[in-house]
């Protein structure tokens, strides 16, 4: 099984990407396959409201001079999606959230193609605006339909200088128990997925 994250702040390794590797490390150790993409560099441009995946219906972002159809299809075969997020004026960046009308409009378009998969959030933060851009990002996910674990406590991590988040023992701890929450949770979607064998009695 498959897991993406994606790393929403404009600075490459910074503490979100602390956090979200250290999901990850978890999740690895678990035995998943693990992929971390960066956003930083890159430019994502919003939802136009053309509404034309409506009608395409292809899985596809009809503007294609950016790489956000190549994390739609990543997202699409995870079987679980991180999205991690600094805080920004008190909200997510425009990168991810550019990424999340894109995936958010297109999997609507193609009968919530997300449904049923593993999601969560992941905030760096200096001091405040976390818990809005934690619960942003968890809208897209349960409109989505998607399954979204819980943690120690909500999915933050204190930091404001580049490595700050590793001295935020708290929030280390909740990137653990959250990537084994989430090991445990897809382990039992697993499960479920397989056809049950009855035993029949000769
Ligand atoms: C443009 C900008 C806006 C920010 N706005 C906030 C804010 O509203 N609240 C806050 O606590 N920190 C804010 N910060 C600080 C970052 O959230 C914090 O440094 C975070 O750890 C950065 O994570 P990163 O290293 O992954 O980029 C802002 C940083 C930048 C660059």
Redesign the pocket.
Known sequence: MKITAFNG???RN????VLLKRVLQVLETEGFETEMIQLSGKHLKGCNACRICFKTKNKRCVIEDDPVNTYIKMMFDSDAIILGS?????MMTTNMKALIERAGYVARANSDMFKLKVGAAVV??????GMPTFDAINHFFLISQMIVPGSSYWNIGI??K?GD?ETDEEGMKIMDDLGKNMAWLMKKLKTRTKPKVRQTKK
């Open positions: 702040s404009a600075r910074g503490n979100t990407a600094p805080v920004y004026f008190s760096a933060v200096r001091r405040a605006g930091g404001g580049k988040v």
